[in-house]
């Protein structure tokens, strides 16, 4: 079994740890504050609960990369701090599936937002940038996110001829993509781990 399905099995274990935000009582709701998990080669797999990335520390089954400053875990005798990214001890060999290309994916890699506005109005539709007429594919970087009015008023231009720049360059996306999605915002010391600098 690998370490992280380990984890995932040993987190129905009752802990009698306790998180103390800067030294106040804390609501127990914290222990499922989102934790990044690095495979042990710094790939980022996973995000996990701290809880659950506690006990991987525990069980030395990872280590400690990163911790939140402001919060601390606490037995009965140790004070811990939480940690914010963990590293895995062992490689874990993870298959991500490849990201299907659909209309409800290239959405959810634009977050649901207009590439040429920036709007996030319904009704939302999906624009070829080199139009199809005109040679133009069904690929990850030729398919963007646009309002019906964008949509509209670009007709069948190219970005240029429509003098409508597109707010990013569309690309494929990857696992990590929709990690950065699931957790909303991104912590600072995430961020070398989740390749934005
Ligand atoms: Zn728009």
Not at 160 to 189: C, N, W, Y
Request: net charge positive; glycine share 4%.
């Amino acid at each position: 079994m690998s370490a992280y399905n380990y984890a995932k099995r040993s987190s129905t274990f009752s802990t009698t740890i306790q998180l103390s935000k800067n030294r106040a009582s804390h609501r127990g709701g914290s222990m499922n504050a989102k934790v990044l998990v690095l495979n042990q080669s710094y790939e980022p797999i996973s995000i996990c609960s701290v809880k659950k990335a506690f006990l991987l520390v525990f069980l030395t089954k990872a280590e400690v990369i990163a911790s939140k400053n402001d919060r601390t875990l606490r037995t009965v005798s140790v004070q811990y701090s939480c940690p914010s990214i963990i590293r895995l001890s062992n490689y874990v060999r993870v298959t991500f599936r490849r990201v299907e290309l659909s209309r409800k994916n290239i959405l959810r890699r634009d977050s649901g937002r207009c590439q040429y506005c920036g709007k996030t109005n319904p009704p939302l539709t999906i624009d070829h940038i080199i139009p199809k007429s005109r040679g133009g594919e069904d690929t990850w970087e030729n398919l963007i996110t646009a309002c019906m009015k964008c949509n509209n008023r670009k007709g069948n231009r190219t970005p240029e001829e429509a003098s409508m720049p597109l707010m990013s360059t569309p690309k494929k996306p990857s696992h990590v993509t929709f990690l950065k999605q699931i957790v909303g915002r991104v912590e600072d010391s995430w961020r070398p781990y989740l390749f934005m600098d």
